[in-house]
């Protein structure tokens, strides 16, 4: 397992998480206290000879904006103002915005921090916070020294943050690409933030729940899918197991996932959904069309995951993909450009296996499809960038050495096609037979068929709790 620090400590002793010490555009200072409700006091502080204005990038929120002042001179602009957060999520109440339960919230930061617009490119922003004893505060942000740093896209895009009072743990995990041989060791932080609404004896199962799915997807990357993370969790009154989840990558990798209010932990670790979101953070976000490779790589991976952590077993992995990549197949008569609603699921997720097998095919089976996802990865494109689909499969290809994925996009991104999942099925060896799969190792491709879900490496299982 992975152990459990504080940040301070992690700093300390691994000098690859600080960040370079450049002057930023922005300072803001907030004050976080909790009279009569969650509220913030905001002072902004910005270095511009232009002028600029300060506002609410997200419309509901601006009622909640109170006493702002701009003064500006000499070439700074100061804007002071209170945010009602308590007052804004209980009218809100949304998972993908901002919702709270007991005195914590999860909420964007662009739902309560003022944009600062007048400059040509997005600013890098300070933030300093200042909590009442009792309160915490996290982001996916980066550290700077006491700061958050938020830089390379607007306040509107940022990710979640979390507020108040709350159960905060942070988690040391491998930097990506650590675990690869020869490679040092190096360490990154998944913070998580859980909101009231769970029993007191459950929340040490529902840390560990995160904590040993984040060691899963470790070891798939080769170290973890960033140095730096926020999961916040949001118990859902009436709810059992998982529900929605959500990743935003804005500055700093950030995931919400619902969870029941009552605990199973046998239902935690049969669900997808978290480790869904996590794969999602190792990749950037794909403009352009792109929904159907970002959700078809998570939706193709996320059982491999669990396979390998010795969750699930091979025939079940596959069994969901007879079953469930039907649903994709229109998506290639017109081009997974125009895929839509569950197509952008299953058809990315069939056309993941189409890459994973052209990858170990064109390598004679030394590189598959982790080693495209974890290099491109490696290479700098990580959760918190922007990339076009033709960016990714020409960073993939250098990766892997091969031009198989951006065969793969030229043929079936912009061009549509007939893909017959029948023959693919026959071609792999796999069939369902009385309800129950059978994998034939004498078919045509069964050998790159049987690298896919176990992969190259030696398998690192990860024990359940009730195994340990």
Same mark, same amino acid.
């Given at each position: 397992?992975?152990?459990?620090?504080?940040?301070?400590?992690?700093?300390?002793?691994?000098?690859?998480?600080?960040?370079?010490?450049?002057?930023? /555009?922005?300072?803001?200072?907030?004050?976080?206290?909790?009279?009569?409700?969650?509220?913030?006091?905001?002072?902004?502080?910005?270095?511009?000879?232009?002028?600029?204005?300060?506002?609410?990038?997200?419309?509901?929120?601006?009622?909640?904006?109170?006493?702002?002042?701009?003064?500006?001179?000499?070439?700074?602009?100061?804007?002071?103002?209170?945010?009602?957060?308590?007052?804004?999520?209980?009218?809100?109440?949304?998972?993908?915005?901002?919702?709270?339960?007991?005195?914590?919230?999860?909420?964007?930061?662009?739902?309560?921090?003022?944009?600062?617009?007048?400059? /040509?490119?997005?600013?890098?922003?300070?933030?300093?916070?200042?909590?009442?004893?009792?309160?915490?505060?996290?982001?996916?942000?980066?550290?700077?020294?006491?700061?958050?740093?938020?830089?390379?896209?607007?306040?509107?895009?940022?990710?979640?943050?979390?507020?108040?009072?709350?159960?905060?743990?942070?988690?040391?995990?491998?930097?990506?690409?650590?675990?690869?041989?020869?490679?040092?060791?190096?360490?990154?932080?998944?913070?998580?933030?859980?909101?009231?609404?769970?029993?007191?004896?459950?929340?040490?199962?529902?840390?560990?729940?995160?904590?040993?799915?984040?060691?899963?997807?470790?070891?798939?990357?080769?170290?973890?899918?960033?140095?730096?993370?926020?999961?916040?969790?949001?118990?859902?009154? /009436?709810?059992?197991?998982?529900?929605?989840?959500?990743?935003?990558?804005?500055?700093?990798?950030?995931?919400?996932?619902?969870?029941?209010?009552?605990?199973?932990?046998?239902?935690?670790?049969?669900?997808?959904?978290?480790?869904?979101?996590?794969?999602?953070?190792?990749?950037?976000?794909?403009?352009?069309?792109?929904?159907?490779?970002?959700?078809?790589?998570?939706?193709?991976?996320?059982?491999?995951?669990?396979?390998?952590?010795?969750?699930?077993?091979?025939?079940?992995?596959?069994?969901?993909?007879?079953?469930?990549?039907?649903?994709?197949?229109?998506?290639?008569?017109?081009?997974?450009?125009?895929?839509?609603?569950?197509?952008?699921?299953?058809?990315?997720?069939?056309?993941?296996?189409?890459?994973?097998?052209?990858?170990?095919?064109?390598?004679?089976?030394?590189?598959?499809?982790?080693?495209?996802?974890?290099?491109?990865?490696?290479?700098?494109?990580?959760?918190?960038?922007?990339?076009?689909?033709?960016?990714?499969?020409?960073?993939?290809?250098?990766?892997?050495?091969?031009?198989?994925?951006?065969?793969?996009?030229?043929?079936?991104?912009?061009?549509?096609?007939?893909?017959?999942?029948?023959?693919?099925?026959?071609?792999?060896?796999?069939?369902?037979?009385?309800?129950?799969?059978?994998? /034939?190792?004498?078919?045509?491709?069964?050998?790159?068929?049987?690298?896919?879900?176990?992969?190259?490496?030696?398998?690192?299982?990860?024990?359940?709790?009730?195994?340990?």
């Amino acid at each position: 397992m992975f152990r459990r620090t504080l940040l301070a400590a992690l700093l300390a002793v691994s000098p690859v998480l600080a960040q370079p010490v450049a002057a930023p /555009d922005c300072t803001v200072d907030v004050q976080l206290s909790e009279r009569g409700g969650l509220g913030l006091e905001v002072t902004y502080r910005c270095r511009a000879a232009q002028s600029l204005a300060f506002e609410m990038g997200e419309a509901r929120a601006a009622p909640y904006v109170g006493g702002l002042r701009v003064e500006q001179g000499n070439g700074i602009a100061e804007a002071r103002y209170h945010f009602d957060l308590s007052d804004f999520t209980g009218t809100v109440q949304s998972t993908s915005l901002a919702v709270q339960r007991g005195n914590g919230v999860l909420a964007t930061l662009g739902s309560w921090l003022l944009e600062p617009r007048g400059y /040509d490119r997005p600013p890098v922003i300070d933030i300093r916070i200042n909590a009442e004893p009792g309160l915490a505060f996290a982001a996916g942000l980066p550290k700077v020294g006491d700061a958050w740093r938020l830089a390379g896209t607007t306040v509107r895009f940022a990710g979640y943050t979390a507020l108040g009072r709350l159960t905060y743990r942070e988690l040391a995990v491998p930097a990506p690409g650590s675990l690869r041989p020869g490679q040092p060791a190096s360490r990154g932080v998944l913070r998580v933030a859980l909101l009231d609404g769970v029993a007191e004896g459950s929340r040490a199962d529902v840390l560990d729940w995160v904590e040993r799915t984040a060691q899963a997807q470790a070891n798939y990357w080769q170290g973890f899918t960033a140095r730096q993370a926020l999961v916040g969790l949001v118990p859902m009154p /009436d709810r059992r197991g998982v529900g929605y989840g959500r990743s935003v990558p804005g500055g700093g990798v950030t995931v919400m996932v619902e969870i029941g209010n009552e605990v199973d932990r046998h239902r935690l670790f049969g669900d997808w959904v978290l480790t869904h979101e996590l794969v999602h953070t190792g990749m950037p976000f794909i403009r352009g069309r792109g929904s159907w490779f970002m959700e078809g790589a998570a939706t193709y991976v996320e059982p491999i995951i669990r396979a390998r952590a010795g969750w699930k077993t091979e025939e079940e992995v596959w069994r969901e993909w007879v079953d469930n990549m039907p649903k994709g197949v229109p998506a290639f008569a017109s081009g997974l450009a125009n895929a839509s609603g569950r197509e952008n699921y299953w058809g990315g997720a069939t056309f993941m296996l189409l890459a994973d097998l052209a990858i170990r095919r064109a390598s004679q089976g030394a590189r598959g499809l982790e080693d495209c996802l974890g290099g491109v990865l490696w290479s700098g494109l990580d959760g918190a960038r922007r990339a076009s689909v033709g960016d990714y499969a020409a960073a993939c290809d250098r990766a892997t050495g091969t031009q198989a994925m951006s065969a793969l996009v030229d043929r079936h991104f912009n061009r549509g096609g007939p893909l017959d999942l029948a023959a693919l099925w026959k071609e792999l060896g796999v069939s369902l037979i009385g309800g129950r799969i059978a994998l /034939d190792d004498s078919a045509p491709s069964a050998a790159w068929r049987k690298m896919i879900v176990p992969g190259n490496r030696p398998p690192k299982p990860v024990k359940l709790p009730w195994q340990s």
